[in-house]
């Protein structure tokens, strides 16, 4: 099966080509970072993370669009889902995939990334982030494989696959738990130190992931002879809009608290984000070109004529995607950092080095996002011809 | 020394089992186990295997249940940084002008900044101009330990010092988001060209991982109390007064630090997130 | 055979490719190394052949029982006693006082190369006085 990721047309190999162009360039700025040091990143001694684990965050997040579909099928019978369960899985893999990147480049000895596992520590939650990221990984792998094989031969998914999809459905939650509690136990860090974070994590993701896989499905019913579906379109996009309203709706929840308590600590990243501390505005205009898109996507998504649209759900969903990309990477992330815990303030820009590799870990996920959907939709393709 | 005598024992045993086991093998003539040991008789082969190197604390090191310092804030001579300099020359800490990639062991930050929420428009003249001395609070419960993925960073069990062990840190930098008193830094280039003059008894560190204030482990395994504490000894007495500067173990009812802290109002960096610090301050 | 001569040309391209080192260096093997040995201290920590193949286990342990236990003293096989450190005892004025007499030698040839010095300082003018323990 995996011949057909390699039998494609010429647009195809076209596409795959730029990919692996960025996918060099990230390679050697990587190359240039390993030999001089995380120093040629806009990063701090005061914003001790930036643009690498601001995308690992969000596509933890994305990862979760397999949930999405997986649950409505397996767990309600949702049969409409049954045709994209393999693109969600598939988009599972890549996003995962990524998020490994990004945390691989971001450390600043990665030769010795595996004393994670030769010394595991089960109290740090980044040991854990590394056991359920890995496990989802596999699940998405494995159950996407042993799924696509059935559907080949025309038959239904084995029995004792079924175990393995059951899992893989607390499993998706726990990547984003396990990432959020990254962030929500550390004292001192008074944006992070929300019980709320687990649930914004969820609710972004519910809306970043599932809009991510509606373009995508928009992309293959385009440039392929399968179909996704309108009906399943239709439903994620329902999706999409309930999770989008529960993400703003946290957001406000967490203003509601900084700014009625009237606690400093718990304003001050809301306030340097939205309109500046002590001069320093650097987050300003990317904060409100969220706040933007997240009212655009509200407002196309809740009417229900404009949702119908396809047009229309895909400004939306580009709209969710930017809305959510710029509130947790950006946002949560770097935001968190800003004042230091000495209430000093320093900003971050991302460097250009930095950039192309975060560009580079992109341009893999989309490379491998591409051949795995290669695979997929040529089998579903042949099944129909 | 009992550790000695355990030893010895332990040695002896092995080796008479050896010098028993090396005819024995020969006389069976089992040319496999021969090769297995590569030249060497099976005494030694045995001696290798079971002797472990087991370190002992040096007779002479400084010890404690859990250390702790006092800073006496108002014995700061005025424009002194010997603290800081004697820490930083000798623990080979670069020099590096840029704010986003300096490291820094112990430095001196203004009231409002090392009490965050403190201040307040009408306090004390010489608060706003006293510089505190900000160190690594050696928590007696580290976030920084919490969260490392490899226990790089830990709290050593006998004496309460958070330490970092260079050879295992992966770089994550969780540790640093962890520390709620930026006592944390990362190595973001390599360090050496901005180390002026290297102290050969201590390693420098390489690009990549984080370091901090280690209560000067090394000295007080030779006896030594920590650098900073010596520097600011010397200068307070130049000057005529107390020192800054105290070290000792807190839970020792007899030590300088529970004597300064039985006699004087003290606070520490951010008490209500139960970390519990051990540096005390005296405002 | 399917595509026969690109498969046997795939071959020997394969092969000309592994044995690469071999035909390369064929008649210029290097010279053994040779390591100059302290000329004062007769004796390392433990006895030369255990020194020869274990010397980076005891390293490692060293590092851990310094480091992470806080027990920096050890005691050698002989009862001897000895400060736990690459810098101040291992590479002491009466030691391997230079590395690239010393350490280069074996790691160069074997093409090993251990990040000790990425951190520890190889002494350079005046090596330090070996440290006497005081027990």
Redesign the interface.
Same mark, same amino acid.
């Given at each position: 099966m995996l011949e057909k990721g390699f039998l494609g047309g010429r647009k195809y190999w076209i596409w795959m080509a730029c990919l692996l162009l960025f996918m060099g360039a990230g390679f050697i700025s990587w190359l240039f970072q390993f030999r001089e040091g995380l120093g040629i990143t806009g990063m701090s001694r005061d914003i001790s993370w930036g643009v690498y684990i601001a995308n690992f965050t969000f596509l933890v997040g994305v990862a979760a669009a397999a949930v999405m579909v997986v649950l409505p099928y397996y767990v309600h019978h949702y049969k409409a889902f049954g045709r994209i369960t393999i693109l969600a899985e598939f988009l599972g893999v890549a996003a995962v995939t990524m998020c490994l990147l990004f945390i691989l480049v971001d450390l600043g000895n990665p030769v010795r990334a595996l004393n994670v596992i030769l010394h595991p520590t089960p109290n740090s939650i980044l040991f854990w982030d590394m056991v359920v990221l890995n496990g989802y990984l596999f699940l998405n792998i494995f159950i996407g494989w042993n799924v696509l094989t059935a559907e080949r031969k025309g038959s239904p998914p084995p029995g004792w696959l079924k175990p393995f999809i059951y899992l893989s459905i607390p499993w998706a939650i726990s990547i984003h738990t396990v990432t959020a509690f990254l962030y929500a136990g550390l004292p001192g860090r008074h944006f992070w130190l929300t019980a709320i974070m687990a649930a914004r994590f969820l609710s972004s993701a519910f809306a970043a992931g599932p809009a991510m896989l509606i373009l995508f499905c928009f992309i293959v019913r385009k440039t392929t002879k399968f179909n996704p579906g309108n009906e399943q379109i239709r439903t994620l996009s329902g999706i999409v809009t309930y999770a989008m309203i529960l993400n703003v709706f946290f957001f406000l929840l967490e203003c509601f608290t900084a700014f009625y308590s009237n606690i400093p600590g718990h304003m001050h990243t809301i306030v340097y984000l939205f309109r500046g501390l002590h001069g320093h505005t650097g987050l300003v205009p990317w904060m409100w070109v969220s706040a933007f898109f997240a009212v655009v996507s509200l407002v196309l998504l809740i009417v229900p004529a404009a949702r119908r649209a396809d047009d229309v759900l895909a400004v939306a969903c580009v709209s969710v995607f930017i809305a959510c990309w710029i509130d947790k990477g950006v946002g949560l992330v770097i935001g968190g950092f800003i004042p230091n815990p000495l209430e000093h303030i320093t900003e971050y820009v991302a460097t250009v080095p930095e950039v192309l590799i975060t560009l580079g870990v992109w341009a893999t996920g989309f490379f491998i996002l591409s051949f795995l959907y290669k695979i997929a939709i040529t089998v579903k393709e042949e099944l129909r011809a | 020394m009992g550790v000695n005598r355990r030893k010895f024992l332990k040695i002896a045993g092995i080796s008479t089992l050896g010098v028993a086991a090396k005819p024995a093998a020969d006389a069976l003539a089992i040319e496999w186990l021969d090769k297995k040991l590569g030249g060497f008789t099976v005494s030694e082969t045995l001696l290798h295997m079971f002797h472990k190197p087991t370190g002992f604390k040096p007779g002479e090191a400084l010890t404690a249940e859990r250390w702790a310092m006092v800073v006496n804030v108002k014995n700061c001579p005025e424009g002194c940084n010997a603290c800081r300099e004697a820490c930083h020359r000798v623990h080979n800490v670069p020099d590096i002008e840029n704010p986003k990639h300096e490291i820094k062991w112990i430095w001196h930050e203004e009231y409002e900044h090392t009490f965050p929420g403190q201040q307040h428009e009408h306090i004390e003249e010489h608060l706003k101009e006293t510089p505190f001395v900000v160190l690594c609070n050696h928590c007696f419960n580290p976030p920084c330990v919490r969260v490392c993925p490899t226990k790089a960073t830990f709290k050593r069990k006998t004496d309460g010092i958070v330490m970092m062990d260079m050879h295992r840190c992966i770089g994550c930098r969780f540790c640093m988001a962890a520390c709620p008193y930026g006592s944390r830094s990362f190595n973001w280039k390599d360090p050496r060209p901005f180390i002026k003059e290297q102290n050969p008894e201590f390693p420098t560190r390489t690009k990549g991982v984080v370091e901090k204030c280690n209560f000067c482990a090394e000295r007080l395994a030779k006896g030594q109390i920590p650098a900073c504490v010596e520097a600011c000894q010397e200068a307070t007495k130049k000057k005529g007064r107390e020192p800054a500067l105290v070290f000792g173990d807190l839970e020792d009812p007899d030590s300088e630090v529970r004597q300064l802290l039985r006699s004087h109002y003290t606070v520490r960096r951010k008490p209500e997130l139960g970390t519990n610090p051990n540096v005390y301050y005296i405002v | 055979m399917y595509d026969g001569g690109k498969i046997i040309t795939g071959i020997i391209i394969g092969l000309v490719f592994l044995t690469f080192p071999i035909w390369y260096t064929h008649g210029t093997v290097p010279p053994r190394p040779e390591v100059k040995l302290p000329v004062k201290e007769k004796e390392c920590v433990e /006895?030369r /052949?255990?020194m020869k193949?274990?010397h980076m286990q &005891?390293l490692d &342990?060293? %590092?851990d029982?310094? =480091? %992470? =236990? #806080?027990? %920096?003293?050890?005691?050698a096989?002989n #009862?001897k006693k000895y400060?736990?450190s690459l810098?101040?005892t291992c590479m002491s004025k009466d030691c391997h006082a230079k590395k690239t007499e010393f350490c280069d030698e074996c790691h160069n040839y074997t093409g090993v190369v251990p990040?000790c010095w990425?951190?520890?300082?190889e002494? +350079?003018k005046e /090596? +330090?006085e070996k440290p006497e323990?005081?027990?």
């Open positions: - | - | /006895p /052949p255990y193949t274990k &005891l &342990l060293w %590092r029982s310094a =480091v %992470r =236990v #806080g027990k %920096r003293s050890y005691i096989f #009862g400060n736990m810098q101040n990040y990425d951190c520890h300082i002494p +350079k /090596p +330090k323990e005081k027990h």
